[in-house]
Protein backbone atom coordinates (compact mmCIF):
# COMPACT_ATOMS: atom_id res chain seq x y z
CA UNK A 1 0.00 0.00 0.00
CA UNK A 2 1.67 3.33 -1.15
CA UNK A 3 0.33 6.96 0.27
CA UNK A 4 -0.47 9.09 -2.12
CA UNK A 5 -0.15 12.58 -2.53
CA UNK A 6 1.17 15.45 0.56
CA UNK A 7 0.96 12.70 3.66
CA UNK A 8 -0.13 13.80 7.65
CA UNK A 9 1.15 11.58 9.85
CA UNK A 10 -1.01 11.46 13.29
CA UNK A 11 1.61 10.44 16.79
CA UNK A 12 -0.75 11.83 19.44
CA UNK A 13 1.19 9.95 22.71
CA UNK A 14 3.07 12.66 24.95
CA UNK A 15 6.08 11.13 26.10
CA UNK A 16 9.55 10.75 24.36
CA UNK A 17 9.24 7.05 24.64
CA UNK A 18 6.51 6.88 23.10
CA UNK A 19 7.61 8.75 20.04
CA UNK A 20 10.81 6.44 19.88
CA UNK A 21 8.41 3.39 19.99
CA UNK A 22 7.02 4.31 16.65
CA UNK A 23 10.42 5.03 15.08
CA UNK A 24 10.23 2.22 13.19
CA UNK A 25 6.41 2.82 12.09
CA UNK A 26 7.66 5.86 10.75
CA UNK A 27 10.27 4.69 9.03
CA UNK A 28 8.43 1.57 6.91
CA UNK A 29 5.72 4.27 6.73
CA UNK A 30 8.09 6.72 5.22
CA UNK A 31 9.35 4.04 2.69
CA UNK A 32 5.63 3.58 1.24
CA UNK A 33 4.86 7.40 0.58
CA UNK A 34 5.89 9.12 -2.94
CA UNK A 35 8.41 11.54 -1.53
CA UNK A 36 9.82 9.25 1.13
CA UNK A 37 8.43 11.84 3.73
CA UNK A 38 5.85 13.18 5.85
CA UNK A 39 4.54 15.84 8.04
CA UNK A 40 4.35 14.65 11.50
CA UNK A 41 1.20 15.81 14.26
CA UNK A 42 2.58 15.33 17.71
CA UNK A 43 2.32 16.62 20.97
CA UNK A 44 5.25 18.85 22.61
CA UNK A 45 5.88 16.83 25.28
CA UNK A 46 7.16 14.03 22.79
CA UNK A 47 10.08 16.08 21.90
CA UNK A 48 9.86 15.33 18.27
CA UNK A 49 11.77 18.26 17.02
CA UNK A 50 14.77 17.52 18.81
CA UNK A 51 14.15 13.30 18.65
CA UNK A 52 13.64 13.40 14.78
CA UNK A 53 16.11 16.67 13.88
CA UNK A 54 18.47 14.33 11.83
CA UNK A 55 15.72 11.87 10.58
CA UNK A 56 15.46 13.07 6.71
CA UNK A 57 11.81 11.38 6.23
CA UNK A 58 10.29 14.00 8.61
CA UNK A 59 9.54 16.87 6.10
CA UNK A 60 8.37 19.44 9.29
CA UNK A 61 6.00 18.70 12.41
CA UNK A 62 3.14 20.21 13.48
CA UNK A 63 2.13 20.45 17.51
CA UNK A 64 -1.14 19.16 18.23
CA UNK A 65 -2.81 21.37 20.81
CA UNK A 66 -6.07 21.61 21.59
CA UNK A 67 -6.24 25.27 23.41
CA UNK A 68 -7.75 28.08 22.15
CA UNK A 69 -6.04 30.90 20.42
CA UNK A 70 -4.56 32.53 23.14
CA UNK A 71 -6.02 30.16 25.98
CA UNK A 72 -4.52 28.59 29.05
CA UNK A 73 -7.09 26.25 29.31
CA UNK A 74 -7.70 23.07 27.24
CA UNK A 75 -11.14 23.87 25.43
CA UNK A 76 -12.14 20.69 22.92
CA UNK A 77 -14.67 22.33 20.57
CA UNK A 78 -12.39 25.03 19.86
CA UNK A 79 -9.25 23.49 19.80
CA UNK A 80 -10.20 21.24 17.47
CA UNK A 81 -11.87 23.36 15.24
CA UNK A 82 -8.87 25.56 15.11
CA UNK A 83 -6.58 22.15 14.35
CA UNK A 84 -9.23 20.85 11.59
CA UNK A 85 -9.10 24.19 9.87
CA UNK A 86 -5.07 24.54 9.89
CA UNK A 87 -4.81 21.07 8.68
CA UNK A 88 -7.37 21.88 5.79
CA UNK A 89 -5.30 24.79 5.33
CA UNK A 90 -2.14 22.46 4.38
CA UNK A 91 -3.83 20.56 1.59
CA UNK A 92 -2.70 17.09 2.93
CA UNK A 93 -3.58 14.01 0.28
CA UNK A 94 -3.03 11.26 2.67
CA UNK A 95 -3.17 11.06 6.81
CA UNK A 96 -2.17 8.01 8.91
CA UNK A 97 -3.58 8.27 12.68
CA UNK A 98 -1.48 6.51 15.13
CA UNK A 99 -3.74 5.82 17.55
CA UNK A 100 -7.48 4.43 18.12
CA UNK A 101 -9.12 8.51 18.65
CA UNK A 102 -12.38 9.10 17.37
CA UNK A 103 -11.73 12.66 18.25
CA UNK A 104 -8.78 13.11 15.91
CA UNK A 105 -10.10 10.64 13.12
CA UNK A 106 -13.13 13.65 13.03
CA UNK A 107 -10.44 16.29 12.66
CA UNK A 108 -9.09 14.29 9.92
CA UNK A 109 -12.28 14.32 8.38
CA UNK A 110 -13.23 17.88 8.90
CA UNK A 111 -10.17 19.16 7.40
CA UNK A 112 -11.34 17.92 4.45
CA UNK A 113 -8.28 14.96 4.07
CA UNK A 114 -8.99 12.73 0.65
CA UNK A 115 -7.35 9.77 2.06
CA UNK A 116 -8.24 8.67 5.28
CA UNK A 117 -5.85 6.03 6.92
CA UNK A 118 -5.81 4.28 10.89
CA UNK A 119 -6.67 1.76 13.36
CA UNK A 120 -10.36 1.77 12.71
CA UNK A 121 -11.23 1.51 16.06
CA UNK A 122 -15.01 1.80 17.39
CA UNK A 123 -16.32 4.83 15.66
CA UNK A 124 -13.04 5.56 14.08
CA UNK A 125 -14.94 3.63 10.93
CA UNK A 126 -17.74 6.74 10.42
CA UNK A 127 -14.36 9.05 9.82
CA UNK A 128 -12.08 6.74 8.20
CA UNK A 129 -12.12 6.13 4.93
CA UNK A 130 -8.90 3.30 3.76
CA UNK A 131 -8.38 0.41 4.98
CA UNK A 132 -6.77 -1.63 6.00
CA UNK A 133 -8.10 -1.77 10.04
CA UNK A 134 -6.96 -3.92 12.85
CA UNK A 135 -9.50 -6.83 13.79
CA UNK A 136 -10.99 -7.48 17.17
CA UNK A 137 -8.34 -8.68 19.81
CA UNK A 138 -5.47 -6.19 17.95
CA UNK A 139 -7.62 -3.10 19.25
CA UNK A 140 -6.60 -3.80 23.30
CA UNK A 141 -3.06 -4.13 22.31
CA UNK A 142 -0.11 -1.57 23.82
CA UNK A 143 0.66 1.19 21.32
CA UNK A 144 3.86 -0.09 20.05
CA UNK A 145 1.96 -3.48 19.45
CA UNK A 146 -0.88 -1.71 17.98
CA UNK A 147 1.20 0.01 15.17
CA UNK A 148 3.36 -3.24 14.69
CA UNK A 149 -0.06 -4.99 13.65
CA UNK A 150 -1.04 -2.32 11.34
CA UNK A 151 1.69 -2.33 9.76
CA UNK A 152 1.53 -6.02 9.15
CA UNK A 153 -2.19 -5.21 8.07
CA UNK A 154 -0.65 -2.42 5.62
CA UNK A 155 1.96 -4.92 4.14
CA UNK A 156 4.96 -2.67 5.30
CA UNK A 157 8.17 -4.44 6.27
CA UNK A 158 9.73 -2.97 9.86
CA UNK A 159 13.35 -2.93 10.58
CA UNK A 160 14.30 -6.22 12.27
CA UNK A 161 16.77 -4.46 14.13
CA UNK A 162 14.49 -2.29 16.15
CA UNK A 163 13.80 1.23 16.76
CA UNK A 164 17.51 3.60 15.28
CA UNK A 165 17.45 6.81 15.56
CA UNK A 166 19.82 9.34 13.40
CA UNK A 167 22.43 10.67 15.57
CA UNK A 168 22.71 14.34 14.19
CA UNK A 169 26.65 15.31 13.45
CA UNK A 170 26.86 18.48 15.30
CA UNK A 171 25.10 16.91 18.29
CA UNK A 172 28.40 14.19 18.18
CA UNK A 173 30.85 17.24 17.40
CA UNK A 174 29.60 18.85 20.99
CA UNK A 175 29.26 15.60 23.08
CA UNK A 176 33.55 15.36 21.88
CA UNK A 177 34.02 18.90 23.14
CA UNK A 178 32.25 18.66 26.63
CA UNK A 179 33.86 15.09 26.73
CA UNK A 180 37.58 16.51 26.19
CA UNK A 181 39.99 15.83 28.65
CA UNK A 182 37.55 13.13 30.11
CA UNK A 183 38.61 9.79 28.09
CA UNK A 184 38.30 6.27 28.70
CA UNK A 185 35.51 4.04 28.85
CA UNK A 186 32.11 5.15 29.86
CA UNK A 187 28.80 3.42 31.32
CA UNK A 188 25.59 5.34 31.43
CA UNK A 189 23.28 5.62 34.33
CA UNK A 190 19.10 6.90 33.76
CA UNK A 191 18.50 8.11 37.23
CA UNK A 192 14.93 10.01 35.55
CA UNK A 193 11.26 9.13 36.42
CA UNK A 194 8.21 10.18 35.61
CA UNK A 195 6.57 8.61 38.54
CA UNK A 196 7.66 8.25 41.71
CA UNK A 197 7.34 4.52 41.93
CA UNK A 198 9.27 3.77 38.83
CA UNK A 199 11.85 5.51 40.91
CA UNK A 200 14.92 2.71 42.29
CA UNK A 201 15.91 5.35 44.34
CA UNK A 202 19.28 7.45 45.25
CA UNK A 203 21.01 5.15 47.56
CA UNK A 204 20.65 2.19 45.03
CA UNK A 205 22.24 3.71 42.16
CA UNK A 206 24.90 5.40 44.62
CA UNK A 207 25.93 1.98 45.03
CA UNK A 208 25.85 1.14 41.65
CA UNK A 209 28.13 4.06 40.51
CA UNK A 210 30.79 2.46 43.58
CA UNK A 211 30.21 -0.74 42.13
CA UNK A 212 30.75 0.04 38.24
CA UNK A 213 33.91 2.50 38.93
CA UNK A 214 35.48 -0.42 41.06
CA UNK A 215 34.97 -2.93 37.64
CA UNK A 216 36.79 -0.43 36.08
CA UNK A 217 34.56 1.98 34.37
CA UNK A 218 36.71 5.58 34.73
CA UNK A 219 33.37 7.80 33.52
CA UNK A 220 30.14 7.12 34.64
CA UNK A 221 27.39 9.20 32.86
CA UNK A 222 24.57 9.71 35.13
CA UNK A 223 21.74 10.97 32.93
CA UNK A 224 18.19 12.84 34.15
CA UNK A 225 16.86 16.17 33.62
CA UNK A 226 15.94 19.37 35.81
CA UNK A 227 14.09 17.63 38.65
CA UNK A 228 16.97 14.90 38.77
CA UNK A 229 19.37 17.57 39.39
CA UNK A 230 20.12 17.06 42.83
CA UNK A 231 20.37 13.87 43.01
CA UNK A 232 23.03 13.90 40.32
CA UNK A 233 24.71 16.45 42.24
CA UNK A 234 24.90 14.45 45.35
CA UNK A 235 26.18 11.41 43.40
CA UNK A 236 28.30 13.52 41.62
CA UNK A 237 30.01 14.59 44.95
CA UNK A 238 33.27 13.34 45.79
CA UNK A 239 33.24 11.23 42.49
CA UNK A 240 35.27 12.56 40.02
CA UNK A 241 34.45 9.54 37.30
CA UNK A 242 30.62 11.05 37.54
CA UNK A 243 29.89 12.87 34.79
CA UNK A 244 26.51 14.85 35.72
CA UNK A 245 24.18 14.77 32.49
CA UNK A 246 21.10 17.32 33.59
CA UNK A 247 18.45 18.66 31.09
CA UNK A 248 20.91 18.09 28.04
CA UNK A 249 19.46 17.96 24.49
CA UNK A 250 18.30 14.55 23.46
CA UNK A 251 20.64 14.80 20.27
CA UNK A 252 23.26 15.37 22.68
CA UNK A 253 22.06 12.41 24.87
CA UNK A 254 21.74 10.24 22.00
CA UNK A 255 25.50 11.17 21.09
CA UNK A 256 26.72 10.46 24.78
CA UNK A 257 24.50 7.17 24.22
CA UNK A 258 26.51 6.24 20.84
CA UNK A 259 29.51 5.85 22.89
CA UNK A 260 28.86 4.06 26.20
CA UNK A 261 29.63 0.17 26.63
CA UNK A 262 25.80 0.16 27.96
CA UNK A 263 23.25 2.07 29.85
CA UNK A 264 21.48 0.96 33.17
CA UNK A 265 18.53 3.10 34.12
CA UNK A 266 14.79 3.27 35.24
CA UNK A 267 12.26 2.75 32.98
CA UNK A 268 12.05 6.50 31.05
CA UNK A 269 13.04 7.85 28.19
CA UNK A 270 17.16 7.54 28.84
CA UNK A 271 16.19 3.82 28.52
CA UNK A 272 14.34 4.19 25.12
CA UNK A 273 16.96 6.37 23.73
CA UNK A 274 19.40 4.07 24.93
CA UNK A 275 17.65 0.83 22.65
CA UNK A 276 16.98 3.47 20.42
CA UNK A 277 21.10 4.25 19.08
CA UNK A 278 22.06 0.43 19.53
CA UNK A 279 23.59 0.82 22.69
CA UNK A 280 23.19 -2.24 25.03
CA UNK A 281 20.87 -1.30 27.68
CA UNK A 282 19.50 -3.16 31.45
CA UNK A 283 15.94 -1.57 32.25
CA UNK A 284 15.05 -1.67 35.81
CA UNK A 285 11.13 -2.84 35.69
CA UNK A 286 9.97 -3.18 39.06
CA UNK A 287 7.10 -1.00 38.52
CA UNK A 288 6.09 -1.74 35.29
CA UNK A 289 5.41 -4.35 32.38
CA UNK A 290 9.13 -4.93 30.23
CA UNK A 291 9.27 -3.26 27.24
CA UNK A 292 9.20 -5.39 24.30
CA UNK A 293 10.25 -3.24 21.45
CA UNK A 294 13.62 -2.83 21.04
CA UNK A 295 16.51 -6.02 21.23
CA UNK A 296 18.94 -3.62 22.64
CA UNK A 297 17.17 -3.45 25.95
CA UNK A 298 17.05 -6.36 28.79
CA UNK A 299 14.79 -6.59 30.90
CA UNK A 300 15.66 -6.70 34.98
CA UNK A 301 12.61 -7.86 37.34
CA UNK A 302 11.65 -8.22 40.53
CA UNK A 303 11.06 -11.45 42.45
CA UNK A 304 7.51 -11.88 42.23
CA UNK A 305 7.22 -9.79 38.90
CA UNK A 306 6.41 -5.43 38.77
CA UNK A 307 4.05 -3.54 40.80
CA UNK A 308 3.70 -0.76 42.66
CA UNK A 309 6.54 -2.00 44.68
CA UNK A 310 9.18 -3.40 42.79
CA UNK A 311 11.68 -0.85 42.46
CA UNK A 312 12.59 -1.45 45.85
CA UNK A 313 12.73 -5.44 44.98
CA UNK A 314 15.65 -4.84 42.90
CA UNK A 315 18.61 -5.54 44.45
CA UNK A 316 22.19 -4.26 43.10
CA UNK A 317 23.63 -8.04 43.09
CA UNK A 318 20.92 -9.10 40.78
CA UNK A 319 21.63 -6.31 38.47
CA UNK A 320 25.55 -6.83 38.15
CA UNK A 321 24.64 -10.56 37.82
CA UNK A 322 22.32 -9.86 35.34
CA UNK A 323 24.85 -7.49 32.90
CA UNK A 324 27.52 -10.17 33.68
CA UNK A 325 25.11 -12.63 32.82
CA UNK A 326 24.39 -11.07 29.29
CA UNK A 327 27.87 -9.54 28.68
CA UNK A 328 30.44 -12.20 30.45
CA UNK A 329 31.20 -9.35 32.41
CA UNK A 330 30.77 -6.03 34.39
CA UNK A 331 33.37 -4.03 33.42
CA UNK A 332 34.90 -2.65 30.01
Known sequence: MTLPG???VVQPLQGIGDMIWHLPHLAALADHTESGRFTLLAKPSSRADDLLSATQAVER???LDRRPRGGKRSFWASGLLR???RLRAERFDSAVLL???????SVLFLAGIRNRFGYGHAFQRLFLNRPPFLRGAQHRLRPAEQADAYCAAAGWRLDDAGPLLTVDAEARRRVAALLAGRAGPIVAIGVGSSEPY???GEARFAAL???????GWTLLAVIGGAPEAAMIDRLAAGCPAVLPVVDWKLGEVCALLEKTGYCVGNDTGVLNLAGAVGCRSYGLFGATPPLLHSPHI????PPGGP????MQRIALPAVLDAIAADRGRIGP
Request: charge should be positive; proline fraction near 0%.
Open 209 to 215: IAALRDA
Open 83 to 85: LAA
Open 198 to 200: KQW
Open 6 to 8: RVL
Open 61 to 63: IIW
Open 99 to 105: HHSQTLA
Open 307 to 310: DRDG
Open 298 to 301: VALL
